[in-house]
């Protein structure tokens, strides 16, 4: 057995059919060295988010991000393109960029005074041959710049593919983007913009992504976790939604544009009326969660700290000036309303999170007819796991 791997025949059983499935094994939910493993694992070939590119978003801007113990480096560079770096000097190995900060000039080694272009070529290397003497015979700088990251922007968020080796990001999500033709043309989801004020909320969990992720597939637990929003949104008005190798999550048909006082928020122009009360909450495997809506978006990263703890970082957007100040109060009390549907959630992952201590619990099983996304999202970790037990 590999280490930090669960046998093979633990994850073989999660790929049976939903109704004769167990789920994941307690390890991969509990083991240290387990989650050591699993940026390789789960996250090195697909598409990873790692941060928005709001957050680096004029020239010169460059935000420092860690994914999973890995320090990366987002640059906007002067042309407006944003790049991902792996963020370390490629002379000693020290770390580049500590704080998000606006570059004007080079990005500078705090070192030995190394400095890249926001390219990432490298340009300075004083003294290299000498004092005084910033040049080195034999020594290429062509070969010695930033280490680029394979990545993308979407939806204001930043994608890599560690390995290099995941298919085209558009082709990665195209199975999300022909379901949501439905509802809303892709041109339009570009016209989003971040809320002025009261759109952004931080949310600390004890407990493993993993399990954040399986509670916001379902919409199984709302009658007794969400007893306020399950008046409005019944457990019998929400549907699955099964992306295959790419996400999972729910939907619901009842969702209410005008539920908040105040002056209704503008809407997506294409959005057809008759879909007017849909809204879908799509997890996109393996760290973003899609909440769309007639009149807004949010977006959710899930940033593993440790093997027990999980940061989301939520941002909501949208249309016209609804992200601007005329509505800020508006903003505010929908900020409110689901500040509280979410932290909610918080007791039961932590509970799961500590049931997993348990011997006893040995994956547990899956309703056929209500757990459906979360057993894809179980099947998704285990056959990647699988994979990488056979190479």
């Known amino acids: 057995m590999m280490s930090g791997f669960p046998q093979s025949d633990a994850l073989s059983a999660v790929l049976l059919p939903t109704a004769q499935a167990a789920g994941l094994p307690n390890e991969v939910y509990t ?225 209410d544009p005008d539920y908040l006082d105040g002056e209704r928020y503008p809407t997506f122009e294409h959005w057809p009326e008759d879909k007017r009360t849909c809204a879908e909450y799509i997890a996109l495997f393996p760290n973003v969660w899609l909440g769309l809506h007639a009149d807004h978006l949010y977006t959710v990263i899930l940033s593993p700290e440790t093997m027990d703890r999980t940061v989301e970082s939520f941002q909501f957007y949208y249309l016209g000036d609804a992200a601007g100040e005329r509505f800020a109060n508006k903003r505010a009390v929908s900020l409110r309303a689901w500040h509280e549907v979410f932290a909610e959630d918080i007791g039961v992952v932590e509970g799961m999170q500590k049931g997993r201590s348990s011997p006893a619990f040995r994956g547990g099983v899956f309703s056929p007819v209500m757990d459906e996304p979360t057993h894809s999202f179980h099947r998704w970790v285990a056959q990647r796991l699988l994979y990488a037990k056979g190479k």
């Open 31 to 255: 083991s240290e060295a387990f989650f050591e493993r699993e940026r390789d694992t789960l996250f090195a070939d697909t598409w990873a988010c790692i941060g928005r590119g709001s957050d680096a978003l004029a020239p010169g801007d460059v935000q420092p991000v860690n994914l999973m113990g890995l320090p990366l480096v987002m640059v906007r560079s002067l042309d407006g393109d944003l790049r991902v770096f792996h963020n370390v000097c490629s002379h000693r190995g020290n770390r580049l960029v500590a704080e998000p900060c606006r570059v004007t000039g080079m990005i500078r080694c705090p070192y030995h005074s190394w400095t890249y272009r926001l390219d990432g070529t490298l340009q300075g290397t004083p003294h290299i041959g000498g004092i005084g003497k910033h040049e080195l015979d034999g020594f290429d700088h062509k070969k010695h710049g930033l280490s680029i990251i394979r990545s993308r922007e979407w939806l204001d968020l930043v994608f890599v593919n560690l390995s290099g080796t995941a298919p085209a990001f558009d082709d990665h999500v195209s199975p999300l983007m022909k379901r949501w033709k439905a509802y809303v043309r892709a041109e339009d989801l570009t016209e989003l913009e971040r809320g002025a004020s009261h759109s952004q909320l931080r949310v600390e969990i004890a407990a493993n992504w993993k399990l954040a992720v399986e509670n916001f597939c379902e919409s199984y637990h709302l009658p007794w976790v969400h007893p306020a929003l399950n008046k409005r949104s019944r457990l019998e008005d929400h549907y699955h939604i099964i992306g295959g190798e790419v996400f999972a999550g729910q939907g619901t048909t009842v969702y």
